[in-house]
C-alpha cells in the first residue's frame, strides 16, 4: 500500500467526555476525555487495519482541536488538510450509561468550527492521488450549507475518479424526520457503496423485506449495499447477489457507540482490497469476505469504552475471522 493516502473521509469530529468509573455525569465528580465522531472513528478504525487514511474537517483554535488532532495523528491518520476556525469552538459531546451497553448522548455542536463547512471550502487536492471517500449523514445533518458541503465533496471525488461510501449515520436528535428522510435519499445516489442499518432502512423506506430494503437501494445508483442486521448479522447486496454473514457474537458488551463505524472499516479495509473496476468479479467475489470482517470489527469494539478505542488491528481480525461461517444465497 505504500505511503499514498488510499481513503479520505470528511466530518466533524469531537472532544468526548464521560463518566471515570461509569454511571451518570450528574453524579461522577470525575470525567474522561477522548476524541469521538463517526469520520474520525472510521479513520481510526481503518487506520489500525493499515489503511493509510486522510480526516478532513474544520476545528476550533482552541485545545480541545489540538487533542483531536494529535489523537487522530498519534494513531497514524492524516491530518495535514484540517483547517482551523479562530471564530468557532471545536465541538464537545457527553457520553453517560447507567448500565453497559446503549449509553445517552448529549451534544454540544451548535456553532461549531466543523458546522460551519461549506462548498467554497472544498480543494481539489483533498482527493489527489486516493482511492476512495467514504461520509454519513451526520455532516449534512448540521445545515443547509453543510449538506450543499457534503453533496459537492461527493460530486468532486467522482469527478477525480474516487469510489464512494455512504453511511447513513441517522442521528435524530440532529434534525426533523421530513428533511433527514429527503437528504439522506438524494445522497444515496451518488455513492457506490452504502451501509445502512436495518432501522436506518426502515425509516428510508418504511416497512419492507430485507431484501426488499437491499434491492430497492441498488435501484438508487449503489453497485454495493451492506446492511447491519445487529444480533443477526448483516447481509450484502451486489448485483442479483445476497449474501448473509451471521453475527460475530462477543462475551460482553460494554459501549456500542462507534461498532457501526468499526464495522464500515472493517468493511471498506476488506472491500478495497481488490483495486479493480466496480463492475469486476473480483469485487462480488470479495463481498462475503468483507461482511465477514466487519461483523468481527464491528463486535470487537464494543467491548471497550470509548468511541473508537476498542477497534482491532489487522492481526487481531485474522485470529478471529476463521471462527464465523458464511452464509450465501
Not at 505504500?2 to 470525567?31: D, H
Not at 456553532?111 to 451526520?138: C, M, N
Not at 449495499?225 to 448483516?234: P, T, W
Request: glycine share 10%; charged share 25%; with cysteine.
Amino acid at each position: 500500500m505504500g505511503n499514498r493516502t488510499e481513503i479520505v473521509t470528511i466530518g466533524e469530529s469531537m472532544v468526548l467526555f464521560q463518566p471515570y468509573t461509569g454511571g451518570t455525569i450528574k453524579y461522577t465528580p470525575l470525567l474522561t476525555k477522548s476524541v469521538g465522531g463517526a469520520e474520525s472513528n472510521l479513520a481510526f478504525g481503518l487506520s489500525r487495519l493499515g489503511r493509510k487514511v486522510r480526516w478532513i474537517s474544520r476545528i476550533g483554535d482552541d485545545p480541545f482541536g489540538e487533542l483531536i488532532l494529535s489523537t487522530l495523528a498519534g494513531e497514524g491518520v492524516e491530518v495535514t488538510h484540517v483547517e482551523k476556525d479562530h471564530e468557532h469552538p471545536t465541538a464537545l459531546y457527553f457520553k453517560e450509561a447507567k448500565t453497559p451497553g446503549d449509553p445517552r448522548v448529549h451534544y454540544y455542536r451548535k456553532h461549531s468550527a466543523a458546522s460551519q463547512l461549506a462548498p467554497d471550502h472544498i480543494k481539489h487536492e483533498w482527493f489527489e492521488k486516493a482511492r476512495h471517500l467514504h461520509v454519513t449523514g451526520i455532516t449534512p445533518a448540521l445545515g443547509t450549507h453543510t449538506f450543499a458541503f457534503i453533496k459537492e465533496a461527493m460530486e468532486e471525488a467522482r469527478e477525480q475518479g474516487l469510489t464512494i461510501s455512504f453511511d447513513p449515520n441517522l442521528r435524530r436528535k440532529l434534525w426533523d424526520e421530513q428533511t433527514a428522510r429527503k437528504i439522506l435519499l438524494e445522497l444515496i445516489p451518488l455513492c457506490d457503496v452504502f451501509l445502512p442499518g436495518l432501522e436506518e432502512a426502515e425509516f428510508l423506506l418504511g416497512e419492507k423485506t430485507t431484501v426488499g430494503y437491499g434491492e430497492e437501494f441498488l435501484r438508487m445508483g449503489p453497485s454495493v449495499v451492506a446492511m447491519k442486521l445487529g444480533e443477526q448479522g448483516s447481509i450484502g447486496f451486489v448485483g442479483s447477489h445476497v449474501f448473509e454473514q451471521p453475527a460475530y457474537h462477543v462475551d460482553q458488551v460494554v459501549d456500542t457507540v462507534g461498532a457501526g463505524d468499526a464495522y464500515a472499516a472493517g468493511f471498506l479495509d476488506e472491500w478495497l482490497e481488490e483495486d479493480k473496476p466496480l463492475n469486476d468479479e473480483a469485487l462480488i467475489t470479495s463481498i462475503p469476505r468483507a461482511l465477514k470482517q466487519a461483523n468481527v470489527t464491528g463486535a470487537l469494539a464494543t467491548q471497550f469504552p470509548g468511541d473508537w478505542e476498542g477497534a482491532p488491528t489487522k492481526d487481531e481480525v485474522r485470529q478471529l475471522m476463521n471462527k464465523e461461517h458464511l452464509v450465501t444465497r
